[in-house]
């Protein structure tokens, strides 16, 4: 498969309901080896109910998103996204994750332009801003492909039994605007 056979990407979003817990669990298990990566374990059951369940101090009800990318008629990945976080015109990429067979052909640049347009019709988002784990540093270079840009933040992390360093990108949006879910 590759992204210029003319594919799409579609975020889809998924419900903090049994069902969609369900969904993100299977989408967690699918990409076991990130997991694996930057915590040192598989995700146990009940990952997706932990996830959908925390977040972040300050984060107001409502402003954590999952989504599901679809192409092609397939389920490719997920992403988790923060609203108005940590500052009212940033959203916050905590993970866009690619099941492993989906890696590598494109998809993964069509998914972040995808969630990128569905951030910039949140009008108070000016900012996109994330993380990138020293353990999983090879994604700077994808995230710098996409227009990011290091902040020279940089600070230690423990995450399950991985201690790491944690590389800080931004990327200010322009008008794309594509809106979901106000």
């Known amino acids: 498969m590759n992204a210029s056979d003319g594919m799409e990407v579609v975020p889809r979003l998924i419900q903090c309901v049994p069902a969609g817990e369900e969904e993100l669990q299977c989408l967690l298990e699918g990409a076991a080896d990130y997991r694996e990566l930057v915590t040192g374990s598989p995700p146990p059951p009940g990952a997706a109910r932990i996830k959908m369940s925390s977040a972040p101090k300050g984060l107001a009800p409502g402003d954590r998103y999952f989504l ?26 905590v993970d866009l994750v690619l099941l492993p067979g989906y890696r ?20 108070e988002c000016s900012l996109i801003r994330l993380g990138v784990l020293g ?7 994808f995230w710098r492909r996409m227009g990011f840009t290091p902040t020279g933040e940089c600070f230690n992390e423990q995450v399950g039994s991985v201690e790491t360093d944690v590389t800080v990108l931004t990327k200010p949006l322009r008008e794309v605007g594509v809106s979901f879910g106000d």
């Open 104 to 123: 590598g052909c494109g998809l993964g640049r069509l998914g972040y332009m995808a969630v990128e347009r569905l951030i910039a019709g949140w009008a």
């Open 68 to 93: 599901a990318l679809d192409a092609g008629g397939a389920t490719i990945g997920y992403a988790d996204l923060l609203r108005r976080f940590p500052e009212l015109n940033t959203a916050v990429i």
């Open 135 to 141: 353990v999983n540093a090879t994604a700077i270079g």
